[in-house]
Structure formats: structure tokens, C-alpha cells
């Protein structure tokens, strides 16, 4: 006793060892319910501590249909159960997964049905690693484990590509960079631009449309997917499961060109080739270009010089024959017989062996005219005019169908619109609590209050009489 009665935990609830006269007092009250104690608990509790941070390992990890994750966070001496719900879960960058180490931020809350207290989280972050890594690390894992990252799936870049897909946003410098690059060195190329978002939530969803879609183009080579440089928020869409995916399924090899030369994304593990920039891949690309083309010379260069020796090689046997021919000790006449002869042979076959090197000059000079570079840019701007006439034409008619469309709804509408039934002249009976439709006199009884919905404005009325149908 201290002068001020009887003292009880806070919410009333009694304990064993309460004074003497708070047990007498207590053996006079009614017992509580289960749920009555339970409650009380839970209020205790959540008022009690309000928002923690806990640190701990996950265990028991699940992810219910509904989205929830439940799981078990412990340390080396208690546990408790903890749950993520639908909404929360959702914004997870990464996976959470048994052994995974955590700090989880959230309120404690009673589970009444089944009498345990649980951590409610609100945000759960790795222990000591970023949520971006996080994710990146998990992803890595898994597809390593699948083989997408082997070299043995990589694809070799084409020779001498002559459709070039791009895949990245319009408004990015990385564009300008591989074009610049392309149509300087290689400008005999047909490039194939998919634009697509290369930052931002929806990302990653654009960029594997856009890949899907330009690995449908006929006659296709090689496509270039990338961006220039940032954070790593910024690469986050490139770091994503279902781009990897969308690159490993590509029939074309893929060159993935993020802007960033010291960090590495997930796309540039799964693509066939990793180029540091946008204009390094372009690079990549005309490089095997600019080598056939060198081979040509090359090829050219030999065969001169071939032909120049092989001609070297037959005058000097000549001369040779002249000389012994000289020496013989035959008649005049035979030995200008035999020297006719083997000139004619002579003859015969510097003709055949500069034929022959003519000709496959004659091949190779034609081949290249055929990639001359000012037709095939007439050609593209040829089509890319008639394309744009038809781009043009067909949207103007879609514009001028939908605008069709939205007045013939709209007088749809006007005709069907009950105000245009009321503005004639009719109007809306309700109830007094505007719950229902009066259809019949014999909804109503007299005295009872109405309310009627005019063309402009409401009106509130008593019914003073009714007569009912016959």
C-alpha cells in the first residue's frame, strides 16, 4: 500500500505478485476471455514499442500466391516470425532467400489467432550490401547456373554485316555515337533502329519488346543493345532477368554496350560480346568489315605480284633457251623452227596466265561495284521516302477513322443519356433515402416523403394520396 490504492500493469491486467490486497481484489473480479487477455497483449505491445530495426538471418523463407512473404528472422540465441505483405513485397529490389542476412524495419504486432507476436515489415535492406547488389549478385548466381554465361554459347560476330539492328532511346548520345561510327566506316550498311526506354521502371519490360521485335527483321546480322553511362540505378534495367533472357533467345548475335567500362551488367555476362561503349560496339562491328575489305587488297596486292613473278620466271627460261639453242650444232632453219615453237608456247602461256588473273580481277572489281556505296544510299533514301509517304498516309487515315468514331460514340451517348430523357419533360422518382426507384404506387403509403429528380434541380414531396393499379 502506498496511500493511493491498489496498483495494476498498465491495461488492468493482474499479476501474482501484486500486493495482497490487489489479489483479494483481483479474486472478485470476473475472469477474462482468451481473446479479452489477448487483446489487451497486443495493445500492450504495439503501443509499447512502435516502429524497430532488427537485424537477423532469414530462415524459413516463403512466398505465398497471395505475395506475402513470411519468414523466420533469428540470430544465434532467439527467433521470431516476421511478415512482408503484398504491397511492401512488391518493392523488394532483391530476393529474399534462407541465410540471407537483413535489416528489417517495421512495428510488432500480435497474431491473435494463433496467440504469437510477429514483426510486421515495412522495409528490408541487406545487411551491410546495397538492395541493387543485392539483386545483382542473386541474378548473377542463378543464370551462371543455367550456362547462359558460358563461352561456349557465344556467337562470333558476322564477317561483313549488312543489317545492323540498334536497340536504345532516341534522345541518348549512345545513338548518335554508333551511327557516327557506322556510317563513316562501313556506310554500305543498312541499320535497323527499334527505339526503346532505357531508363526508369518500365525499362527493362520496353528494351525486351524491342528486342523481341527487331530479331524479327528479315536478313538481320547483328543487333547492338545499350545506353551511355550512369549510376547504377540508372543500369538497373540492364541488370534485369527477362532482358538476359530476351538476349540469350536472340537468333542474331547480340553486342551489349552500356556505357561504363569498369562495372559489368548482367547483359553484358549473357550477350555475345561485351563492348565498353556505344561507339566501341560500333567499332566491333565495321572492324570485321574493314578486315574483309583489307583482305580484298590484299588478295589484289598477291596477285599482281604473282603474276608479275610468274612472268619474270617464264622470260628468264626464255632466255635461257635462247642461249643453249645458240649452242646446239644444228642447221640454221631448225633452230628458228624451235624457237617459234617455244615462243608460241611462251606466248600461250603468259596469254592464259594473265587471262586467268584478268578475269578473277574482272570478278572481284564487279563484286565490288555491286556494294557501291552511292547506289545502295539512293536505294535506302528511295525507301525510306516511300515509307514515310505511306507512315504519313496511313496515319492521317487512322486519325480521321478515330475522330469518326468518337462523334458517332459521343451521339451514342447524347441519345442514351438519361438527362436528355428528363430535359423532355419526365422525370425520377426515389425513395426518402435515395436507395431505390419508385416504379409503383404501391412502393409508397401516404405521408411518406419522396424525393424527384427533375432536368434542373430536386424536388422533396409528401404523398397525400395514391391509386393503385386495377
Not at 430 to 456: D, F, H, K
Request: charged share 30%; proline share 4%.
Amino acid at each position: 500500500m502506498n496511500g493511493r490504492g491498489p496498483v495494476s500493469p498498465p491495461g488492468g491486467l493482474p499479476f501474482d505478485d501484486a500486493p495482497e490486497e490487489t489479489r483479494e481484489t483481483r479474486e472478485t473480479r470476473p475472469p477474462l476471455t482468451v481473446s479479452e487477455l489477448t487483446a489487451r497483449i497486443k495493445q500492450t505491445i504495439e503501443g509499447r514499442f512502435g516502429q524497430v530495426l532488427v537485424e537477423g538471418e532469414v530462415s524459413n523463407c516463403k512466398a505465398w500466391s497471395s505475395g506475402h512473404i513470411y519468414f523466420t528472422l533469428k540470430d544465434d540465441y532467439a527467433q521470431m516470425r516476421a511478415v512482408l505483405f503484398r504491397m511492401q513485397a512488391r518493392q523488394l529490389r532483391f530476393r529474399l532467400e534462407d541465410g540471407l542476412r537483413i535489416l528489417v524495419r517495421g512495428r510488432l504486432s500480435l497474431y491473435e489467432v494463433k496467440g504469437e507476436y510477429q514483426l510486421i515489415a515495412d522495409a528490408v535492406e541487406p545487411h551491410g550490401l546495397g538492395a541493387l547488389q543485392a539483386a545483382f549478385e542473386q541474378l548473377k548466381r542463378a543464370l551462371a547456373a543455367e550456362g547462359l554465361f558460358e563461352p561456349s554459347r557465344k556467337r562470333a560476330l558476322p564477317v561483313r554485316p549488312r543489317r545492323i539492328g540498334i536497340v536504345t532511346s532516341l534522345d541518348g548520345a549512345a545513338l548518335r555515337d554508333i551511327l557516327r561510327v557506322i556510317t563513316v566506316r562501313h556506310p554500305s550498311a543498312r541499320i535497323v533502329i527499334r527505339p526503346a526506354r532505357v531508363q526508369g521502371d518500365e525499362a527493362a519490360a520496353d528494351l525486351v519488346r524491342a528486342l523481341r521485335a527487331i530479331a524479327k527483321v528479315p536478313e538481320l546480322d547483328v543487333v547492338i543493345v545499350g545506353r551511355g553511362g550512369g549510376s547504377a540505378e540508372d543500369l538497373r534495367a540492364f541488370n534485369d532477368e527477362r532482358l538476359a533472357r530476351a538476349i540469350a533467345a536472340c537468333p542474331v548475335p547480340v553486342i551489349s554496350a552500356v556505357g561504363h567500362e569498369v562495372d559489368f551488367t548482367i547483359a553484358d555476362f549473357v550477350a555475345d560480346v561485351r563492348a565498353a561503349t556505344p561507339s566501341n560496339a560500333a567499332e566491333l562491328v565495321v572492324d570485321r568489315a574493314d578486315n574483309f575489305q583489307a583482305r580484298i587488297q590484299r588478295a589484289r596486292h598477291q596477285l599482281s605480284s604473282c603474276m608479275a613473278r610468274r612472268l619474270a620466271s617464264l622470260t628468264q627460261r626464255a632466255d635461257r633457251a635462247s642461249v643453249r639453242m645458240d649452242r646446239w650444232p644444228v642447221t640454221v632453219e631448225l633452230r628458228a623452227r624451235d624457237q617459234q615453237v617455244l615462243q608460241r608456247r611462251l606466248a600461250d602461256a603468259l596469254r592464259h596466265v594473265v587471262g586467268t588473273g584478268r578475269t578473277r580481277f574482272d570478278q572481284l572489281r564487279r563484286r565490288l561495284e555491286r556494294r557501291d556505296v552511292r547506289r545502295l544510299v539512293t536505294e535506302g533514301r528511295a525507301r525510306t521516302t516511300a515509307a514515310d509517304h505511306r507512315l504519313r498516309t496511313l496515319a492521317t487515315a487512322r486519325r480521321h477513322a478515330a475522330e469518326r468514331r468518337a462523334a458517332a460514340l459521343a451521339a451514342r451517348l447524347d441519345a442514351l443519356s438519361p438527362l436528355a430523357v428528363l430535359g423532355r419533360g419526365y422525370a425520377v422518382c426515389w425513395n426518402e433515402s435515395r436507395t431505390g426507384i419508385i416504379r409503383s404506387a404501391a412502393q409508397v403509403q401516404p405521408g411518406e416523403r419522396v424525393q424527384v429528380t427533375l432536368a434542373e434541380g430536386e424536388i422533396g414531396c409528401r404523398i397525400e394520396d395514391r391509386k393503385l393499379p386495377q
